[in-house]
């Protein structure tokens, strides 16, 4: 009785232990990988969490694992890292130490300097996203031999010079944001390179010439490349057989016929304002029913504003200073003066 006793008692140790061993799935090389990344960093607060006594798979900030077959950090996001003020940090290398890692999310935070090159240790990385930090210096050439990425945002950042043509060759690409740096130049005629391409955001950059031909080919769901100095036709953007949302073109020197535009019936966001654009509002618009906002001020826009339908919830300002537009919403026909 007494030897059962015992025998069930070391059973039920066994079962502990091996439940124990269960909940801690943390890969001791990526636990590693990990603490150093936290000491490259000056052991920020923010990730006081990051202690050997816990599992980092479950309860370490910003980190998660595969829960299938390799138990292995997948996902790592370091956001609004507590950097002592004006001592900014470069991006750790060590990141490129987590060799399963498909998504990775910098920012908003103090990081400066240029992208790190051992990112190309990263042969799983589908998702790049350094965003909202003081990173500088071009877009680096070896950012295309991740071939692996399927989305790369390098928003709200320093960053200058030209978008590389060599992105043509991710061809897993389906989303592109890189708003909101100093990007000069023309945007690269690289886009058939991208079967599956949904999103592009180029809005606020110092982005020149014209809007490359194949831009026109893809079927985006959202297009954003307002705020930069873009010129010339991009008629070619839009279509009745694409699938597009939103397109925001505003704020450059587009010049192109709108009434031989045809539009997305999927359209839910259209704004050309501050360009060049001219002819004449196309009937089909009030046939887009999911037309919720829509701007065509500051153009050469002239003829009779279509009423009805998707137009009759626009106000009077999306049609102000056009060259001659008549009808409701406008109290009556403007003509703009010429200067």
Known sequence: MHSSTIFQFCFLLQLVAIALCATQQCHPEDQKALLQIKKDLNNPTALSSWKTTADCCRHWKGVSCDRGKTHRVNFLNLDHIDMKPGHPLSIPSSIATLPYLNTIQLGPANFTGPIPRSLLNLTNLKDLSITSTLL????????????????LSLS??????????SLSRL???????LQSNSLSGPIPDIFDS??????????SNQLSGKIPKSMGNINVTYLYLDNNKLEGDASMLFGSKKDTWTINLARNKLAFDLGKVEFSNNLQILDLS???????????????????SMDLSYNNLCGKIPGGGALSNIVASAYAHNKCLCGSPLPSCTRRRSS
Do not use: C, K, M
């Open 136 to 151: 500088s210096g071009t877009i680096p050439e070896f950012l295309s031999q991740i071939t692996t990425l399927t989305d």
């Open 156 to 165: 709200f950042n320093n960053l200058s010079g030209e978008i590389p043509a």
């Open 171 to 177: 061809s897993h690409l389906q989303s592109l944001d």
């Open 194 to 203: 991208f079967p599956n391409f949904s999103f592009l955001w180029l809005s």
């Open 274 to 292: 501050h360009n060049q654009i001219y002819g004449n509002i196309p009937q089909q618009l009030t046939t887009v029913r999911d037309l919720t």
